[in-house]
Structures are given as structure tokens and as C-alpha cells.
């Protein structure tokens, strides 16, 4: 499926992605006055305005100014892109860029487009990817608004970024050391398996019980694809879910993407917390 706007550069399949994601660096450093950033932040369903506690912004710019970036196609998203100078512990001042949205693989466009964030941080010069999202739990302890730490996860989707013979080493993508720092924040922080599926339908139960069975603690539509587009780059990789609802089956309630926003309203003051004290520390 092609998107209408012929001025996409993805539209060119001969198009190189990274050559776009520098084109879009370089304009992200024209927007933000900020020649080079050290962590990217990707906030996902339920995040929102969880990057609000890091700080006044550098600089706020709509990501239709930037090469390859469409207006976001999900409620809840935001179209917008922050540059942060946050002080770290050890003194030094970081520059965070914020990506207010993400490009999901079931909008049919195909993977390029899905990890451009990633790849236009990586230009950036950030060497810290921060992806968050909001999911399903599958363990009925943990209740909507309950933040999670990513320590691996499967990809359902039957694709993958990386294009040839590009052999990636995946282990331990979830960077531990990151996972740790985070636990320094939060100590009551658990971690899961993440499993995304395409979309853009919710999982059934019979999917939901296949998840758990192949090891999944979390279900989405996102992530998995951006994750290793990041350990392609270098970068070292921070996974947070917020779990907006039980999965299919685990209650009796239906699923709703209403609830999902509200679930993510309502943990928004314990998310932005968690980040704000995380990002000095990376």
C-alpha cells in the first residue's frame, strides 16, 4: 500500500533508508539548534506525556518537517518532536531527542518506515534508544498502569529490518546494564517477554495462550522490528511497556483502544517519573 503523499521518500523503493535517515538528521539538528544528541526517547500508547517531567524542550518542531516522517496514524500519538538538554549525575548534559510517535508495521508500508526513528536517532549521533509502548499483560498481577522492563522478546510479524546478508547478533538485546539502571529508579520494576504481533487487531485468546506458552509476559504491535534496527546501528537498547489491559482471555473484559488511552492517562504522573529519573542516569 502506498502512502498518497508522492513526496514520501520511501515511496522509492530504490531509495537507500539511511541516506533518508541522515537527510533526516540533518534537519533535525537545523530544527533543533542541537548539533548532536546522545539518546533518542520513541513514546508510545499510554506515554504520551510521559517526557514532560525531563524538562523545558530545547526546541519543539512537527515531524512533518522532517524527511520521512508522515503525521502520526494512531489516537493518542503525538505529531510532534522535542529536543531536551537534560543534566546528568555525573554532571554532563545530555541531549535527548523525543519522538512523539511511531510509523506501526500494520499500517502497510513496510518495515523502512517503521524503524526511520530509529535510524534518524542513530544519524543523530544517539547511541541510547529509549522504546516504550503500551501492551496486553498476560500475568493477571499486573494491573493496567503497570510499567514493565523488556528483557527479550519474539517477533511475530514474519519480517525484519535488516535487508541481505546482515547477520545480527541479538542477544541480550535488551541491554542488562540499562534494565539495572532503570531497577536503581524503580526497584519494585519487573521484567517480561515482549511479543508482537502484526495488527491491527487484538490478539485472540487462543493467540494469547500461544504466547505464553512460547515463554511472552506482553503482547503489542510494536517495538520488536525498532529493537533490533537499533542493535543493527550500535545503539544500545532500553524496552519499557505499560500495560494498558489483560490480554484477551486473561479477564472478562473487552478489548478497547479507548482504554488503552485512558489506562495510559491515568499512569502518566508514575511514567514520567520513571523516565525522568532514568534518562540522567543513562
Not at 512533518?64 to 500519538?77: K, L, N, Q, R
Not at 533490533?228 to 473484559?253: F, K, Q, W, Y
Request: hydrophobic share 40%; net charge negative; proline share 6%.
Amino acid at each position: 500500500m502506498a502512502r498518497l503523499d508522492s513526496q514520501n521518500p520511501f515511496d522509492d523503493p530504490t531509495a537507500d533508508p539511511r541516506e533518508i535517515a541522515r537527510r533526516a538528521a540533518q534537519d533535525v539538528a537545523r530544527l533543533s539548534g542541537v548539533e548532536r544528541h546522545d539518546i533518542a526517547l520513541t513514546l508510545g500508547s499510554g506515554w504520551g506525556s510521559a517526557a514532560d517531567l525531563l524538562g523545558e524542550p530545547v526546541a519543539s518542531f512537527d515531524q512533518s518537517e522532517v524527511t520521512g516522517f508522515p503525521p502520526p496514524a494512531v489516537e493518542g500519538h503525538s505529531s510532534v518532536m522535542r529536543s531536551f538538554a537534560v543534566e546528568g549525575h555525573d554532571g554532563r548534559t545530555r541531549h535527548v531527542l523525543v519522538f512523539g510517535s511511531r510509523t506501526h508495521f500494520y499500517e502497510g508500508h513496510g518495515v523502512r518506515p517503521v524503524v526511520h526513528t530509529v535510524r534518524t536517532a542513530a544519524a543523530a549521533g544517539c547511541d541510547t534508544m529509549v522504546l516504550t509502548n503500551g501492551c496486553g499483560g498476560l500475568r493477571p498481577e499486573w494491573a493496567p498502569g503497570t510499567p514493565v522492563l523488556i528483557s527479550d522478546h519474539v517477533n511475530l510479524t514474519a519480517a525484519s529490518p535488516l535487508e541481505g546478508a546482515t547477520f545480527v547478533d541479538l542477544t541480550d538485546l535488551y541491554t542488562p546494564h540499562l534494565r539495572q539502571v532503570a531497577r536503581t529508579v524503580d526497584p519494585s520494576l519487573e521484567e517480561g517477554v515482549y511479543v508482537q504481533f502484526r495488527g491491527p487487531h487484538y490478539e485472540t485468546p487462543a493467540e494469547v495462550r500461544m504466547a505464553k506458552v512460547i515463554g511472552g509476559d506482553l503482547v503489542g504491535m510494536s517495538t520488536t522490528l525498532e529493537a533490533i534496527a537499533a542493535r543493527e546501528a550500535g545503539m544500545s537498547v532500553l524496552g519499557l511497556s505499560l500495560v494498558t489491559n489483560h490480554a484477551a482471555g486473561i479477564s472478562d473484559e473487552p478489548l478497547d483502544h479507548a482504554e488503552v488511552i485512558e489506562a495510559g492517562r491515568a499512569a502518566s504522573a508514575r511514567c514520567g517519573q520513571l523516565l525522568a529519573g532514568i534518562v540522567p542516569r543513562l
